[in-house]
């Protein structure tokens, strides 16, 4: 079954400290793979994608995400939060050639001052 | 490039009553998509369009749902004889080969049903 876990519903952190979100997927195919951010009542904006070549890839924001085949993971870091980053954030598989997305049930970020 | 839009952003409607919402892609962008996010959860997958073509849609998109990309600009999503657990939040994003197949998401167009 192709799904996407994201075990935290809640993560709350200081100002300052740094961030990760956990993603793990299961996908038949080659996976192409999506960080988005949604603040309350808006659509989706999009933080980082991969599809293949570094594992590493740099999004906006200051936002980076590591792709880890072997653990079926895109966990999305950031080194220092800063108070606007507080917003909810989905992990999101599809295929390379366009077609449904898979979505996460999302992590809610708090930060506190 | 002025982005996904949609409209109405908000609608309140009383249950049985038809309701349709409309989304404009980015400009050449040739697939379409349509997902329902209810509070509290991601984004599930409702229908998308290649061009005018419908080429997948989810079973979550019962009989009273019906969805049309009749030039293979805009699409329009209409729901008909709403029940109350329609209310959710309607997301239309585009993508194309150009862009990477990445999707592109509007602001949304929130449903209340009464």
């Known amino acids: 079954a192709q799904s996407v876990t994201q075990p935290d519903i809640h993560i709350t952190v200081s100002e300052g400290a740094s961030l990760e979100l956990r993603c793990n997927y299961s996908y038949g195919a080659t996976p192409y793979l999506f960080w988005y951010v949604q603040s309350p009542g808006q659509g989706l904006q999009l933080l980082l994608k991969y599809f293949s070549g570094d594992t590493l890839v740099q999004g906006i924001k200051g936002f980076e995400a590591e792709f880890k085949r072997s653990q079926s993971s895109f966990n999305l870091r950031k080194p220092s939060v800063h108070w606007s980053d507080a917003a909810e954030y989905f992990c999101a598989v599809g295929p390379y050639q366009g077609g449904k997305l898979i979505f996460g049930q999302g992590t809610e970020l708090s930060v506190k001052p | 490039d002025t982005g996904v839009s949609q409209d109405p952003r908000h609608k309140i409607t009383k249950r049985g009553q038809n309701v349709t919402f409309r989304c404009d892609p980015i400009?050449?962008?040739?697939?379409l998509y349509w997902y329902r996010q209810t509070l509290g959860q991601g984004p599930e997958f409702l229908t998308y369009?290649?061009?005018?073509?419908?080429?997948?849609k989810s079973r979550l998109l019962s009989d009273r749902f019906s969805a049309e990309r009749p030039k293979g600009s805009f699409s329009t999503l209409e729901i008909q004889r709403t029940e109350q657990g329609d209310s959710a939040m309607y997301l239309c994003?585009?993508?194309?080969?150009?862009?990477?197949?990445?999707?592109?998401f509007g602001p949304g167009t929130r449903l209340l049903v009464l």
């Open positions: 994003a585009s993508s194309s080969r150009q862009a990477s197949e990445t999707q592109y």
């Open positions: 400009s050449e962008h040739n697939r």
């Open positions: 369009f290649q061009n005018e073509a419908q080429l997948e």
